[in-house]
């Protein structure tokens, strides 16, 4: 029955619950929890499997530079004169929701692309 049941979720592209379901089978402890418990456990690792597949397409069809580039990389060495709290800020997008536009500008080896 797990197998057909494992045949099942691949067919309807439910990969990243057929793998949760596959390790609540191998591992003991998930046999103390009940089946709302068990069944959110699996519910959650496909929602979270297509929600990182879906960032990863947006990243790489965003065509960015370096798509692993994130905020907690950005090298604050005295001569960038970087403001890690104005950067902290940006980064919170806030400037989008109230509508703002940002322009970018600095000498070369600034950081602007990163």
Do not use: V, W
């Amino acid at each position: 029955m797990n197998d057909q049941t494992l045949k099942k979720m691949r067919e309807m592209k439910l990969t990243g619950m057929a793998e949760a379901y596959q390790a609540q089978e191998s591992n003991n402890a998930f046999c103390s929890l009940d089946f709302e418990e068990r069944l959110q456990l699996l519910i959650d690792q496909e929602y979270d499997r297509r929600k990182s597949n879906t960032l990863e397409r947006l990243i790489k069809s965003a065509g960015f530079h370096d798509s692993r580039a994130c905020i907690e990389d950005i090298e604050y060495f005295e001569d960038r004169k970087l403001d890690k709290q104005k950067i902290l800020e940006l980064a919170d997008c806030g400037f989008i929701r109230k509508g703002y536009c940002m322009i970018l500008k600095g000498p070369t080896g600034a950081g602007k692309s990163f």
